[in-house]
């Protein structure tokens, strides 16, 4: 399990150093989650290596949504002001991601099947 820490943590360090070296364009987290996939993916991490690690922090998820919720509730007034634009946001994006996530997930259902029917 300290493997696998090590490997998470290196990957999240890694992102927020490339995160500075591009001035913040995108958050560090998101780039070493994204170094992670790809080392996972590419097989250069293995994930076994990381998946009891992994498990236990999936498990343990709500702790992490703590801190954000008591910043929601301390900067309430600023939020409630722009709730519309807030939810309008929330809505959208919502909207978009499914559809994506569909036109993905079809997309690859249609290649199995082509490749499927293709070995026949």
Known sequence: MIKG???????????????I?????I???VIGMVLLFLALFFKV?????????ATVITKNMALF??????GLMAYAEIISKSIWAI?????????LT???VALVQEHFENRQL?????DR
């Open 5 to 19: 820490l090590f490997h998470i943590l290196f990957f999240y360090f890694l992102g927020e150093v490339l995160s």
């Open 21 to 25: 070296l591009i001035n913040g364009f």
């Open 27 to 29: 958050p560090g987290s």
């Open 45 to 53: 991490v293995e994930p076994e290596k990381v998946k009891d690690t």
């Open 65 to 70: 949504f703590v801190p954000p919720a008591v």
């Open 87 to 95: 939810s309008l946001a929330i809505i959208v994006s919502t909207v």
């Open 98 to 100: 499914i559809i994506v």
């Open 114 to 118: 082509k490749k499927k029917n293709d």
